[in-house]
């Protein structure tokens, strides 16, 4: 039988995606969702062409047991699928400075996943469990998993970008610096704008805009990461759905201070209870500040705020550009879906000659037509990311290369 798919794992930390597919097709056979890992009601839903599936399982089911169950199921109702699976590719959210590129992992390369868990310690753990359950369903394909790592693409960082200005010494000893992440949706966001606007890679300037329940920006020149939001942990930068993004470090010392709260409990609001969420005082959804947005005034600060942190960024990330920027991108949950946000956030940006089409704005048709940009304006464009497709790619090409 040909193999020809390839099954790609996302792990995060309260949920878990995968997908099976087939990288030169683009077709996805079969995939699925486990939502609210750890806590009641855990959903897993499962897409094929025809069908939807949807099972409750038991409350504050772990990763281990979501990923038993899904595979036995896989295995179960879609053997033929199953049979045709020759590699498996697993999206890693913190590679360090140590692993900048795709790689086949081994022991060696697990303690390296391992030893950033540091840095990313609600994601790289799950990431691990994703690849022991795997060896076991799939003992064939032991030597054929690939990790894909959300950190590699900003590799390309001047030091300028990624050190921060405390001492020295924090960066050379505990390596404290700016990794970014969503670098796997952003370097989709090059290829498929380099193929949309029909010129090379390494000639295009553009700015990437994620924007999801996790959100980051990208500054990309001739090709390459040179600045991005996110920095030693996903926590930095733009408003996220629950994340605070930027904010003076004096808050974290006047909440534990003044207030007497724990680092644990500040750590706990920072990351679960702010962004969308905290100004809303309602929603980490941003589809609940939109529709409240007329009516409710915490929800019109909350896409106020969140659009003016966009677009400060996209102000910033412009002056590395130097002689040009080719497009701005739209993508992510948000930035495919909100024509609000996109809206908002260009009409800050007349000045540097970005000008929305409202037609077009409202009307974005995938595959049709990218742009939503006025005539006399820098290109913007929504393209829809493709994570999945990235990362099934990528094991295809490594597998192939040491097969060779
Ligand atoms: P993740 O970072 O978890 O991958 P997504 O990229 O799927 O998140 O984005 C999820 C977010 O996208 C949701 O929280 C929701 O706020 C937003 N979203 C989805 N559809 C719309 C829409 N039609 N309008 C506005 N926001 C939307």
């Given at each position: 039988m040909l193999k020809k798919l390839i099954l790609v794992l996302n792990c995060g930390s309260s949920s878990l995606k995968f997908s099976i597919l087939d990288p030169s097709s683009k077709k996805t056979y079969v995939s699925g969702i486990i939502e609210r890992l750890f806590l009641t009601k855990t959903a897993v839903y499962i897409y094929t062409d025809h069908k939807e599936y949807k099972k409750i399982l038991s409350d504050y089911t772990n990763h281990e047991d979501a990923l038993k169950f899904v595979f036995t199921r896989i295995k179960d109702k879609y053997l033929n699928y199953y049979n045709q699976i020759y590699g498996i590719g697993h999206r890693i959210v913190h590679g360090g400075d140590k692993l900048n590129k795709s790689v086949i992992i081994n022991h060696k390369i697990l303690?390296?996943?391992?030893?950033?868990?540091?840095?990313?310690?609600?994601?790289?753990?799950?990431?691990?469990?994703?690849?022991?359950?795997?060896?076991?369903?799939?003992?064939?394909?032991?030597?054929?998993?690939?990790?894909?790592f959300d950190t590699a693409f900003h590799s390309s960082l001047p030091k300028s970008s990624f050190l921060y200005a405390i001492p020295y010494k924090f960066y050379k000893k505990n390596k404290i610096r700016r990794y970014g992440a969503h670098g796997i949706s952003h370097n989709y966001?090059?290829?498929?704008?380099?193929?949309?606007?029909?010129?090379?890679?390494?000639?295009?300037?553009?700015?990437?805009c994620h924007l999801?329940?996790?959100?980051?920006?990208?500054?990309?020149?001739?090709?390459?990461?040179?600045?991005?939001?996110?920095?030693?942990?996903?926590?930095?930068?733009?408003?996220?759905?629950?994340?605070?993004?930027?904010?003076?470090?004096?808050?974290?010392?006047?909440?534990?201070?003044?207030?007497g709260l724990s680092i644990r409990v500040i750590e706990k609001i920072l990351t679960y209870k702010s962004g969308l969420l905290g100004i809303s005082t309602k929603s980490s959804d941003c589809r609940y500040s939109e529709k409240n947005y007329q009516y409710n005034k915490n929800s019109k600060l909350a896409i106020e705020i969140f659009c003016h942190r966009v677009a400060k960024y996209i102000g910033a990330y412009s002056t590395l550009m130097k002689e040009r920027l080719d497009a701005v991108i739209f993508t992510g949950g948000i930035g495919e879906n909100s024509i609000l946000i996109r809206k908002k956030v260009i009409s800050k940006l007349n000045l540097l000659g970005l000008y929305i089409d409202k037609n077009l704005n409202n009307n974005v048709k995938f595959n049709k037509n990218y742009f939503i940009n006025k005539k006399n304006s820098i290109k913007i464009l929504v393209i829809p990311t493709k994570e999945e497709l990235f990362i099934a790619k990528e094991t295809k090409n490594l597998i192939n290369k040491k097969n060779i």
């Amino acid at each position: 039988m040909l193999k020809k798919l390839i099954l790609v794992l996302n792990c995060g930390s309260s949920s878990l995606k995968f997908s099976i597919l087939d990288p030169s097709s683009k077709k996805t056979y079969v995939s699925g969702i486990i939502e609210r890992l750890f806590l009641t009601k855990t959903a897993v839903y499962i897409y094929t062409d025809h069908k939807e599936y949807k099972k409750i399982l038991s409350d504050y089911t772990n990763h281990e047991d979501a990923l038993k169950f899904v595979f036995t199921r896989i295995k179960d109702k879609y053997l033929n699928y199953y049979n045709q699976i020759y590699g498996i590719g697993h999206r890693i959210v913190h590679g360090g400075d140590k692993l900048n590129k795709s790689v086949i992992i081994n022991h060696k390369i697990l303690q390296i996943i391992k030893k950033f868990s540091i840095f990313a310690p609600l994601h790289n753990p799950a990431n691990i469990i994703g690849f022991k359950i795997s060896k076991k369903f799939f003992p064939h394909l032991k030597k054929n998993n690939v990790a894909v790592f959300d950190t590699a693409f900003h590799s390309s960082l001047p030091k300028s970008s990624f050190l921060y200005a405390i001492p020295y010494k924090f960066y050379k000893k505990n390596k404290i610096r700016r990794y970014g992440a969503h670098g796997i949706s952003h370097n989709y966001i090059l290829n498929k704008t380099s193929k949309v606007l029909n010129k090379s890679k390494n000639l295009l300037n553009i700015i990437s805009c994620h924007l999801g329940n996790g959100s980051s920006v990208t500054a990309i020149k001739s090709g390459k990461s040179v600045d991005t939001s996110m920095g030693l942990t996903p926590l930095e930068g733009l408003v996220m759905g629950t994340r605070s993004g930027d904010l003076d470090p004096a808050i974290i010392f006047f909440m534990h201070k003044k207030l007497g709260l724990s680092i644990r409990v500040i750590e706990k609001i920072l990351t679960y209870k702010s962004g969308l969420l905290g100004i809303s005082t309602k929603s980490s959804d941003c589809r609940y500040s939109e529709k409240n947005y007329q009516y409710n005034k915490n929800s019109k600060l909350a896409i106020e705020i969140f659009c003016h942190r966009v677009a400060k960024y996209i102000g910033a990330y412009s002056t590395l550009m130097k002689e040009r920027l080719d497009a701005v991108i739209f993508t992510g949950g948000i930035g495919e879906n909100s024509i609000l946000i996109r809206k908002k956030v260009i009409s800050k940006l007349n000045l540097l000659g970005l000008y929305i089409d409202k037609n077009l704005n409202n009307n974005v048709k995938f595959n049709k037509n990218y742009f939503i940009n006025k005539k006399n304006s820098i290109k913007i464009l929504v393209i829809p990311t493709k994570e999945e497709l990235f990362i099934a790619k990528e094991t295809k090409n490594l597998i192939n290369k040491k097969n060779i």
